[in-house]
């Protein structure tokens, strides 16, 4: 069974541009949530969604959406890029409810704003 | 807000020696501890998970123990192989403030040859 799967793997842009990223979840998994992971942070919640419904947010700024489609797939984007949103974007599914569930994380996409 | 310490931040022991990572948690609801390694360029993978309703699980060379009075978890690497250094994460399910896993810094391991 393929991995979660995420697009694209690295991505400079300069600020004030916007992004999105997008996260294939396993097969079958219905619940996505993204991170944040940055050397100074480590690892923050983003949001979460399942069934195409935000579940869950974090605490990071209007800046930062996401959606899911009718497939599960999953879109973040970022808006008004700031120097601070360079970091690895994390996403993870799970079966069920991505927090109560084991969560499979992909590979990330590395953002680097100039 | 809800909280997971972890430490050490960095730790380096010698091929087959024991390697300890200990977490503490603020949430007293926190009801799962999931334990993630991360290789250098890829995502953070499960290695072993605790529910709350469990104080020890083994798989092979690695276990976690959990005590839950005094909201602590920690992952016993034993035997340990050059190929187990990474960072790992310790992490917690929340339930105060809406459901979401809290995780530690992380611990970057050296597994000396």
């Known amino acids: 069974k393929a991995g979660v799967t995420q697009t694209p793997r690295y991505l400079i842009k300069t600020r004030g541009q916007q992004v999105t990223l997008s996260c294939s979840p396993i097969s079958g998994h219905r619940s996505v949530s993204w991170y944040q992971q940055t050397p100074g942070q480590g690892l923050q919640f983003l949001f979460e969604y399942f069934s195409e419904t935000q579940r869950n947010k974090g605490n990071f700024p209007g800046r930062f959406s996401g959606r899911q489609f009718s497939n599960s797939r999953s879109e973040m984007n970022v808006s008004t890029l700031e120097l601070g949103d360079s970091a690895l974007y994390l996403c993870?599914?799970?079966?069920?409810?991505?927090?109560?569930?084991?969560?499979?994380f992909g590979p990330g996409t590395r953002l680097t704003v100039l | 807000g809800e909280n997971v310490e972890q430490h050490p931040s960095t730790l380096s022991v010698q091929e087959g020696d024991s390697a300890v990572i200990k977490c503490t948690y603020s949430d007293s609801a926190s009801n799962y501890f999931p334990w993630y390694k991360q290789e250098l360029g890829k995502g953070p993978q499960l290695i072993i998970d605790i529910r709350s309703n469990v104080g020890e699980k083994k798989d092979q060379r690695i276990a976690v123990t959990l005590n839950k009075t005094a909201k602590h978890f920690s992952l016993h690497i034993t035997e340990t192989q050059p190929e187990d250094s990474a960072v790992y994460f310790c992490a917690a399910f929340g339930l105060t403030g809406g459901f979401k896993t809290i995780f530690g810094a992380g611990t970057r391991l050296f597994v000396k040859a």
């Open positions: 993870a599914s799970s079966l069920y409810r991505g927090n109560t569930d084991t969560q499979y």
